[in-house]
Every structure is written in structure tokens, then in C-alpha cells.
């Protein structure tokens, strides 16, 4: 028979031998000590000390007293049988033959044993797993297994399943009314009408407003960027930041803001006023930082594919168009120094080791070999190319792109005017300005360079405020 949230193969193995302990298990909970065969040896048949032996080790394994002892498996008979030296342990069939005799030996047992019966804890327990379920909020098949746990731990006999079952149940549903009540004193009138219109469809809608709420960005775009910004502020606006929930345990917030992401508004309305209210707070409470976490994230795959991937390339493809005149400046100096090293330098051959002189010893020799092979105004035409092409030596190999990522503002330009949820991010390669033409302060004026911001770019990203892993990509014109 299932008792409430039981299966029927749960509720069989509580309190019973489902399988056959293990070694180990054998020796844990089976194994007699010298104060066990004291009082085992008082009885005087074979069949009567084993039967005794029996309920006062399955008694420490179950929790409870076998309704009848004879029923413990066979592997357990023989090593009990074994250690008190009787041969047949098949005589266990004969215990408990006259009425009364398991009853009264489990009476010894449990007074010997300090065992204690459930009606004496039951409150006790009660409170345990209130205050359980209240942090935790924990699942009724949890709180199950926890409290028979509990018991055994305090020598206290298992109570039946239902009667377990039962108490678990109450203790469960009145913790999270509990919770209900609490969040829902909270609210004030005005917080409480925002909440449940929250759970209507606007007129034209095919959704509530919660369902629309809930939805995150779904593509990386700058229009999806300024829908997730506005989502945020949207969420923000709705006040539910300022209700203090520090007083709740985090993970029972976290269970009915499940609940509210995940269910139907629909659903959602036929639940009474508190458990209604007090699941949208903990839904709104969470779209909170969520929405402010999904607006980062999607600046961070923004910045990474639209602005710098796009900046790289643009770098590099004007690399390339001027990659033919450095080619031809670097020949042109490759080979006048080649004429230079070649002579105005010692030549030593490398089979006798003979050194011979330089075949040039003076600068206008030097320079008429050099303009035979190039002339002095094509020289300087490429010493010229190469300074207007190359990077200064020190420079950084990324200042190229970076100067192209100014360009790739407008990518950012739909959603600059939403500051006051993007200003979280990183945005430390950037002057400010004031006021933004058309837009608010504090957003991108112009870009500062290395020698300006006195550091390289060093952007990190922002910590999540809902407890999710977010970071948020740099938007730098310097490093």
C-alpha cells in the first residue's frame, strides 16, 4: 500500500531486511561483544539465545523490532549462530513457539539498550524537522529518509511507516505555509496589486506579463542588447529590490523562484492569496539580478563577435593592402645593408681561418657601393614607407585593432542610453563625458591611449549578483 509520497517498494523497506546485509554491515551491526553474550548466555535453549541474538542486533540495523524474528535472512542467522557456537542455526524456526517470548526479550532489549519509544521524541522530532525544512526545503522523501535517520541515531524505535510519513507531511506543509505568510507579509497593498497584475495578459498580448518577463535575450545583436537593457530596467522598476528577504534562507527563495520562472501564470493564479504572492516576490526578487546577469552576458558576446572579432579583422585586412609596399621597402633596406655588412665587415674563411680586410674602409666608398644597387632617394623613399607603415617599436602588437574598434561604436550607439544597467560592465579603455550628445553620462567619449590611462586595459568581469558565473568583456581603445 502506498503511504502518501511512498511507493509501495519504499514503504516495504522501511524498518526490514530488503536485501542481505553486507560484510562489512555484518560486522558493524552483527558482531557480538562480551556485554551482548552476557546477556545472550543468560537463556537457556539454543533456539531461545539465538532468537535473542536476533532482535538484539536487527535492532541496531533497523531501527525497530522484527514483527517476527524468525523472518531475518538466513546469512544473518548463521553468522550469529556462528559466534555463539551453535551448530544449526535452522533451530531459530523454533523461537518464539510460546506466546509472549520475542515480546519480553524485546522488552529486555529495549530497557537494557536505552532504546526509547517515538511518543516520547515525537515533538523533538517534530521541531528537527521543521527547522530542516524551513532552511532547506527539503522534499518530502528527503525529510523522510532524514527523520528515520535521526531516530536511529537517537536509539529511538522506528514508529510505523505511516505514522512517520503522516508527521513528515504535516511538518513540511506547515513550514512552507510558514514561508507563504512571511513573504507575503512583506508586501504592502500597492506591492501586492503589481505583483498579480504581473499574471495578466495586456490586451493584444498572447502572454502574461511574467511569461514575457522571464524571457532572455535570444540572439547577439545591439537591438537584442537595448531589449535586454530595457528588460532589466523594466524588472528593476517594478520595486520588488526594495522588500527586504534577507530573513529567508536562500534556498527556499531559490525553490519558488523555480517554481515562478518554470510555471504557468495560469497555474499561478489558482493558489491562495499568500502562496500566489509570495511566489511572484520570490520570482521577481530573482528576474532582478537574473536580467542584470543575462544584459552581461550578452555584452560580453557582443564585444567579443561585433566589436573585436569585427576590429581584428578590419586591422587585418589593412595590414594586407599595405603588406606589398612593406615588402618592397624591407628589399630595398635588406639589400643596402647587405652591401654594407658585406663590405665593410672582416671576411674570415672558414677552411684556413685567414681574415681578410674590409673591401670598403670609407663612408663615401660605402655609400657609392650601396647606389649602385640602390639609389640614395629610393632609400630614404623606404625608410620613409616603413616608418609610415610600421608600428613604432614600442608599441603593442594590438594597437591596430584597437584604433579600429573606435569605429565599431555604432554597434553599441542603440543602447548607450541605458548607462544605469550596462555601467556595471567594464569600460575602463574610456574616457567619459558629462552628457553624451542625445545620450546620458558617464558613457564613451573618446578613447583614451596608452600614455593617457597610465596602465594597460585590465577589465574584469563583474560578479554575478544572483549567484550564476557571469563576466563581462572589455570595450577599450588602449590596453
Same mark, same amino acid.
Request: aromatic share 6%; glycine share 10%; charged share 25%.
Given at each position: 500500500?502506498?503511504?502518501?509520497?511512498?511507493?509501495?517498494?519504499?514503504?516495504?523497506?522501511?524498518?526490514?531486511?530488503?536485501?542481505?546485509?553486507?560484510?562489512?554491515?555484518?560486522?558493524?551491526?552483527?558482531?557480538?561483544?562480551?556485554?551482548?553474550?552476557?546477556?545472550?548466555?543468560?537463556?537457556?535453549?539454543?533456539?531461545?539465545?539465538?532468537?535473542?541474538?536476533?532482535?538484539?542486533?536487527?535492532?541496531?540495523?533497523?531501527?525497530?523490532?522484527?514483527?517476527?524474528?524468525?523472518?531475518?535472512?538466513?546469512?544473518?542467522?548463521?553468522?550469529?549462530?556462528?559466534?555463539?557456537?551453535?551448530?544449526?542455526?535452522?533451530?531459530?524456526?523454533?523461537?518464539?513457539?510460546?506466546?509472549?517470548?520475542?515480546?519480553?526479550?524485546?522488552?529486555?532489549?529495549?530497557?537494557?539498550?536505552?532504546?526509547?519509544?517515538?511518543?516520547?521524541? !515525537?515533538?523533538?522530532?517534530?521541531?528537527?524537522?521543521?527547522?530542516?525544512?524551513?532552511?532547506?526545503?527539503?522534499?518530502?522523501?528527503?525529510?523522510?529518509?532524514?527523520?528515520?535517520?535521526?531516530?536511529?541515531?537517537?536509539?529511538?524505535?522506528?514508529?510505523?511507516?505511516?505514522?512517520?510519513?503522516?508527521?513528515?507531511?504535516?511538518?513540511?506543509?506547515?513550514?512552507?505555509?510558514?514561508?507563504?505568510?512571511?513573504?507575503?507579509?512583506?508586501?504592502?497593498?500597492?506591492?501586492?496589486?503589481?505583483?498579480?497584475?504581473?499574471?495578466?495578459?495586456?490586451?493584444?498580448?498572447?502572454?502574461?506579463?511574467?511569461?514575457?518577463?522571464?524571457?532572455?535575450?535570444?540572439?547577439?545583436?545591439?537591438?537584442?542588447?537595448?531589449?535586454?537593457?530595457?528588460?532589466?530596467?523594466?524588472?528593476?522598476?517594478?520595486?520588488?529590490?526594495?522588500?527586504?528577504?534577507?530573513?529567508?534562507?536562500?534556498?527556499?527563495?531559490?525553490?519558488?523562484?523555480?517554481?515562478?520562472?518554470?510555471?504557468?501564470?495560469?497555474?499561478?493564479?489558482?493558489?491562495?492569496?499568500?502562496?500566489?504572492?509570495?511566489?511572484?516576490?520570490?520570482?521577481?526578487?530573482?528576474?532582478?539580478? !537574473?536580467?542584470?546577469?543575462?544584459?552581461?552576458?550578452?555584452?560580453?558576446?557582443?564585444?567579443?563577435?561585433?566589436l573585436l572579432a569585427r576590429a581584428e579583422r578590419e586591422s587585418a585586412k589593412e595590414k594586407l593592402k599595405t603588406l606589398p609596399r612593406v615588402e618592397r621597402a624591407s628589399a630595398k633596406l635588406a639589400t643596402a645593408f647587405q652591401v654594407v655588412f658585406d663590405t665593410t665587415s672582416e671576411q674570415v674563411d672558414t677552411d684556413t681561418g685567414e681574415i681578410t680586410r674590409p673591401r670598403l674602409e670609407s663612408l663615401e666608398a660605402m655609400w657609392a657601393a650601396i647606389e649602385q644597387v640602390v639609389p640614395r632617394h629610393e632609400l630614404a623613399a623606404a625608410i620613409a614607407a616603413l616608418f609610415e607603415?610600421?608600428?613604432?617599436?614600442?608599441?603593442?602588437?594590438?594597437?591596430?585593432?584597437?584604433?579600429?574598434?573606435?569605429?565599431?561604436?555604432?554597434?553599441?550607439?542603440?543602447?548607450?542610453?541605458?548607462?544605469?544597467?550596462?555601467?556595471?560592465?567594464?569600460?575602463?579603455?574610456?574616457?567619459?563625458?558629462?552628457?553624451?550628445?542625445?545620450?546620458?553620462?558617464?558613457?564613451?567619449?573618446?578613447?583614451?591611449?596608452?600614455?593617457?590611462?597610465?596602465?594597460?586595459?585590465?577589465?574584469?568581469?563583474?560578479?554575478?549578483?544572483?549567484?550564476?558565473?557571469?563576466?563581462?568583456?572589455?570595450?577599450?581603445?588602449?590596453?
Open positions: 500500500m502506498t503511504v502518501e509520497f511512498l511507493t509501495d517498494e519504499q514503504a516495504a523497506r522501511y524498518g526490514a531486511f530488503h536485501e542481505v546485509p553486507s560484510r562489512a554491515e555484518l560486522e558493524r551491526y552483527f558482531f557480538l561483544d562480551d556485554a551482548d553474550r552476557e546477556a545472550v548466555q543468560a537463556k537457556r535453549r539454543s533456539h531461545n539465545r539465538l532468537g535473542y541474538a536476533v532482535q538484539l542486533t536487527s535492532v541496531r540495523f533497523l531501527g525497530r523490532f522484527m514483527p517476527d524474528p524468525r523472518q531475518v535472512p538466513a546469512e544473518v542467522a548463521e553468522y550469529l549462530a556462528g559466534q555463539l557456537e551453535i551448530e544449526d542455526a535452522s533451530c531459530l524456526k523454533l523461537y518464539g513457539e510460546r506466546d509472549g517470548t520475542a515480546r519480553t526479550h524485546a522488552g529486555e532489549i529495549q530497557e537494557a539498550g536505552g532504546w526509547r519509544d517515538f511518543a516520547e521524541v !515525537r515533538e523533538e522530532l517534530a521541531g528537527w524537522l521543521d527547522a530542516r525544512a524551513w532552511t532547506t526545503g527539503d522534499g518530502p522523501k528527503a525529510l523522510f529518509d532524514a527523520a528515520a535517520g535521526w531516530l536511529r541515531e537517537g536509539r529511538v524505535l522506528l514508529p510505523g511507516v505511516s505514522r512517520l510519513a503522516r508527521l513528515v507531511g504535516s511538518v513540511r506543509e506547515a513550514a512552507n505555509q510558514r514561508l507563504w505568510d512571511t513573504l507575503y507579509g512583506m508586501l504592502g497593498v500597492g506591492q501586492r496589486a503589481v505583483l498579480d497584475s504581473l499574471l495578466t495578459v495586456p490586451p493584444g498580448e498572447r502572454v502574461s506579463e511574467l511569461h514575457r518577463l522571464r524571457r532572455g535575450p535570444v540572439r547577439v545583436s545591439g537591438p537584442q542588447m537595448k531589449r535586454a537593457l530595457e528588460r532589466a530596467k523594466e524588472i528593476a522598476a517594478l520595486g520588488m529590490a526594495a522588500v527586504d528577504v534577507s530573513g529567508i534562507p536562500p534556498r527556499r527563495l531559490a525553490e519558488l523562484s523555480r517554481y515562478g520562472v518554470d510555471g504557468k501564470a495560469s497555474l499561478l493564479r489558482r493558489h491562495s492569496d499568500a502562496r500566489r504572492l509570495a511566489t511572484l516576490l520570490a520570482t521577481t526578487v530573482y528576474l532582478t539580478s !537574473r536580467a542584470v546577469d543575462d544584459a552581461l552576458d550578452l555584452l560580453e558576446v557582443l564585444i567579443a563577435t561585433k607603415l610600421t608600428p613604432p617599436l614600442d608599441s603593442d602588437a594590438d594597437e591596430a585593432w584597437r584604433a579600429m574598434l573606435i569605429n565599431r561604436f555604432g554597434t553599441v550607439r542603440p543602447f548607450r542610453a541605458h548607462g544605469s544597467v550596462a555601467s556595471s560592465s567594464c569600460w575602463t579603455g574610456w574616457k567619459t563625458s558629462p552628457a553624451a550628445p542625445g545620450g546620458s553620462a558617464g558613457w564613451p567619449a573618446e578613447p583614451r591611449t596608452p600614455a593617457e590611462s597610465g596602465r594597460g586595459c585590465r577589465c574584469s568581469g563583474s560578479p554575478s549578483t544572483s549567484g550564476h558565473a557571469s563576466t563581462t568583456a572589455p570595450i577599450c581603445a588602449a590596453a
